[in-house]
């Protein structure tokens, strides 16, 4: 008798089972970051990767962050799909350089004859005694440039989903995570899953009033429709997903 009782898992064990999956299922997907093989796995996401991996596979690295980003995306041109974490996105600015002028428009070019299939994640938002250079929401900077997709999960579910599509994505990817959702639960199938970037998701339909949301901005947005709803206002909420592309169907 198969047990009937969900999935339970937290954004940050989403995200490292969709990491975990894809090493798995690829050997050209690697992890590069400062602080990958730490002990607390940057916020839990990928602990223990180094021990099933390897180091060939999962590297540590200096705190030079336009030098490494530079080594993922001569590694994604190369034929390997990095998997790239700056940790804060607030660092990332140390490698725009490399992402603006090399990341982004590498593809184009070369009319199209190279791809760079990377993932840069970094988290997003703040935690408690989170400094001024530690707590920035940059997404709208990365949205602006062309040659980037932008994704941000507000869900367990749609973080490992989200994440497995980026890695097979042959564009670089950036891939926003709110510190307040790594912690959130939800259910989340074991087996590997995509879901599409670019394609919205509704969670509740309404006449009044229409919430577009995206990250953990979406599960504010949840507790003011449930607000409103008490005092007979139905709110359509769309959860964009992804805020670059962005799908203008589900909300025009």
């Known amino acids: 008798m198969q047990n009937s009782e969900p999935r339970i898992l937290s954004a940050a064990q989403a995200i490292l089972e969709a990491t975990s ?6 050997p050209h997907v690697i992890i590069i970051g400062e602080g990958v093989p730490d002990p607390k796995g940057i916020f839990g996401t990928t602990l223990a990767l180094r021990d099933t991996f390897g180091s060939a596979r999962v590297w540590d ?3 030079s962050e336009n030098g490494l980003t530079g080594v993922c995306i001569g590694a994604a041109i190369s034929g390997m799909r990095p998997i790239l974490t700056h940790q804060r996105v607030d660092f990332s600015l ?3 350089d490399q992402i603006i002028n090399n990341a982004a428009k590498w ?3 070369f009319g199209g004859q190279v791809s760079v299939p990377l993932v840069i994640r970094m ?3 703040h935690g408690w005694g989170q400094g ?3 707590s920035q929401n ?5 949205a602006h440039i062309p040659g980037l997709k932008v994704v941000m999960p507000a869900s367990p579910y749609d973080a490992k989903g989200l994440l497995a599509s980026a890695i097979h994505d042959n564009n670089p990817v950036i891939f926003l995570e709110h510190r307040w959702i790594h912690g959130m639960k939800g259910e989340v199938p074991a087996d590997m899953y995509r879901i599409a970037i670019g394609k919205a998701r509704r969670w509740h339909v309404g006449d009044d009033i229409t919430i577009v949301s995206s990250g953990y901005m979406t599960v504010e947005a949840l507790r003011a429709s449930h607000i409103l709803a008490q005092v007979g206002i139905m709110a359509d909420l769309i959860d964009l ?4 592309p962005w799908d203008k169907a589900a909300v025009l």
């Open 138 to 142: 940059l997404q709208a900077l990365f």
């Open 123 to 125: 988290v997003i938002g």
């Open 61 to 63: 690295m200096p705190v």
């Open 94 to 96: 140390l490698s725009l």
């Open 21 to 26: 999956q894809a090493m798995a299922d690829d």
């Open 241 to 244: 997903r992804s805020i670059k």
């Open 107 to 109: 593809h184009y070019m």
């Open 132 to 134: 001024a250079q530690h």
